[in-house]
């Protein structure tokens, strides 16, 4: 089962533009992203997929492997689809480009439901958190996810699923982190098919799999990324990285 690791990397952003080329202790946000990729071991490759030559230029730079994208895409599943489509890949993982300190476990745990899923019942892999706080719950930044008993996602939505009608069933509330796994037919699927109303509603592109009829399958981790979104996020990473 041949696995890479492709990290989508626009150099535009809207609440903090070129944050990936920001320096965090001597290397650009892009380069430790794709440093930490190479170094949990799990992949047989690693690529950074951009639109931007000053990115490319980067990667390439520092002695990485980045391709360049071709067309103008609306999500990173797209933007990684069109990287990888002549690729001879079995599972593709998505690795956020904005996330220096990547945490292994979290990506070895998705990695570990395609090993065990003989009967190739599972499309894509993903992860989630639960959270307890009111505010994160309601906050529709916080997108949440809810699972039928297998594990396998029943749907995402930044409002509040399920609605507390009840709040004294025990229900827990679980936030999806953006780590994804594809099969690369399930990827390239999603790449071919065009946007649902769902989809379109949400602002959720992994709603498109599940309006498919692909699985999902969620795995619960208590490992949660530190993603640089604002300068004040990069002020922390800095402080992270010197403590």
Do not use: C
């Not at 002549?86 to 998705?110: H, M, R, W, Y």
């Not at 003989?118 to 892999?125: C, G, R, S, W």
């Amino acid at each position: 089962m041949k696995t890479i690791a492709v990290i989508p990397a626009r150099y535009a952003s809207t609440r903090f533009p070129a944050k990936l080329m920001q320096d965090l202790g001597g290397k650009t946000v892009i380069t430790r992203t794709y440093q930490a990729a190479l170094g949990t071991g799990l992949f047989d490759d690693v690529f950074v997929v951009t639109d931007s030559d000053i990115i490319y230029n980067e990667i390439t730079a520092n002695g990485g492997k980045a391709i360049m994208s071709i067309k103008e895409h609306e999500s990173g599943s797209d933007r990684i689809a069109e990287a990888v489509e002549s690729l001879d890949v079995d599972i593709v993982v998505n690795v956020q480009g904005d996330e220096p300190f990547i945490n292994k476990e979290p990506l070895a745990d998705v990695l570990e439901v395609f090993k065990s899923d003989f009967a190739h019942e599972v499309d894509l892999a993903s992860v989630m958190t639960q959270i307890t706080d009111w505010n994160d719950i309601e906050n529709p930044n916080n997108v949440k996810v809810i699972t039928d008993q297998k594990g396998f996602a029943l749907y995402f939505s930044r409002s509040v699923i399920p609605f507390p009608r009840d709040k004294e069933v025990g229900v827990r509330y679980m936030k999806h982190i953006g780590i994804y796994a594809f099969r690369k037919h399930a990827l390239m699927d999603f790449y071919k098919l065009p946007m649902q109303t769902l989809e379109a509603s949400e602002k959720l592109e992994q709603l498109r799999y599940l309006e498919y009829g692909k699985k999902i399958r969620m795995v619960e981790t208590s490992h949660v990324g530190i993603g640089i979104d604002t300068p004040e996020d990069l002020e922390k990473a800095k402080g992270l990285l010197d403590s």
